[in-house]
């Protein structure tokens, strides 16, 4: 499948935005995220972006005060998943105007709306900003 979720956290360790491919509980969410987050968040710097956790590659990277997580199949490309994060981000930056933490938690909906135009049960179907934009766009218009 490639992507089984998709975290966004604060340097707090609080969870803004988390986006599910698989199934899991809610139990199972809460106490995946909380390990991941811990773990990532632990690390300074000059450590890399890569972490292995249960059956899960984790892939992660910092913009400003917000922690872009991506757990994937031990078989996934780091590295193609690192600029799948950086699209994300100018994407968003390109709505919102440099992303902030706050720009996600008032309009968590577009964040969803633009996950779900790149990520598709796990793939990712489109890397283009102005695609992934537009439906967003309108929406805007429209109300």
Known sequence: MGIRFILMVNKQGQTRLAQYYEWLTLEERRALEGEIVRKCLARNDQQCSFVEHRNYKIIYRRYASLFFLVGVDNDENELAILEFIHLLVETMDRHFGNVCELDIMFHLEKAHFMLEE????????????????????????TS
């Open 118 to 141: 790149m990520v598709m049960n796990g793939c990712i179907v489109e890397t283009s900003k102005s695609n992934i934009l537009s439906p967003i766009q309108l929406m805007d218009k």
